[in-house]
T-cell receptor, first 115, second 116 residues
Framework: AQSVTQPDIHITVSEGASLELRCNYS??????LFWYVQSPGQGLQLLLK??????LVQGIKGFEAEFKRSQSSFNLRKPSVHWSDAAEYFC?????????????FGQGTTLQVKP | GAVVSQHPSWVICKSGTSVKIECRSL??????MFWYRQFPKQSLMLMAT?????????EQGVEKDKFLINHASLTLSTLTVTSAHPEDSSFYIC????????????FGPGTRLTVT
């Protein structure tokens, strides 16, 4: 079955500390992977995406993610968190043959930033 | 570029009435539009996929007669919640695919529906 798992429902980090949000996927074909961020009451903003090529991808707002096929993971990282990064983060996967464009979303991780 | 708008941003309606939510791609033609529902503190649940000029494809468990989707053009899709009830209160989000690459979805800001 196709699925995305974000093991951490809630993470709290201090401002300036590094951050890693975990994402594991189960997908029957070559996955296209995404990280989105959602502020309260807002839609989703794309942080970064992986389709192919270099497994370390850079995104907006200083985020990066690394695709590890052997571990079925696509973890999101940021070296120094800012208070404005507090939000909900979603990992998503799509792709494969018979592509319909549909994405499968993880449960989300709530990031809280302590001053 | 790749901006998706939704209207209204929030709406309150009485039980038994119908509500229409619009989703527009402002600066691109959308191959496909998606409608999601999101409950508080939860992930997005895909309700349906719609392509311009054809019937929407609904996910299992979504009542197609209750959630009517019309995709009139490459830039506009509408979701009508018919005979709304309090349990339909939720945050509804649409997204649209750019033609290339087809997987990248651009999300609208969402519509908060409250049924009293």
């Amino acid at each position: 079955a196709q699925s995305v798992t974000q093991p951490d429902i809630h993470i709290t980090v201090s401002e300036g500390a590094s951050l890693e949000l975990r994402c594991n996927y189960s997908y029957g074909a070559t996955p296209y992977l995404f990280w989105y961020v959602q502020s309260p009451g807002q839609g989703l903003q794309l942080l970064l995406k992986y389709f192919s090529g270099d497994t370390l991808v850079q995104g907006i707002k200083g985020f990066e993610a690394e695709f590890k096929r052997s571990q079925s993971s696509f973890n999101l990282r940021k070296p120094s968190v800012h208070w404005s990064d507090a939000a909900e983060y979603f990992c998503a996967v799509g792709g494969g043959s018979g592509n319909t464009g549909k994405l499968i979303f993880g449960q989300g991780t709530t990031l809280q930033v302590k001053p | 570029g790749a901006v998706v708008s939704q209207h209204p941003s929030w709406v309150i309606c009485k039980s038994g009435t119908s509500v229409k939510i619009e989703c527009r791609s402002l600066d691109f033609q959308a191959t496909t539009m998606f409608w999601y529902r999101q409950f508080p503190k939860q992930s997005l649940m895909l309700m349906a996929t719609s392509n311009e000029g054809s019937k929407a494809t609904y996910e299992q468990g979504v009542e197609k007669d209750k959630f009517l989707i019309n995709h009139a053009s490459l830039t506009l899709s509408t979701l009508t919640v018919t005979s709304a009830h309090p349990e339909d209160s939720s945050f509804y989000i649409c997204s649209a695919n750019h033609r290339t690459p087809s997987y990248e979805q651009y999300f609208g800001p969402g519509t908060r529906l409250t049924v009293t």
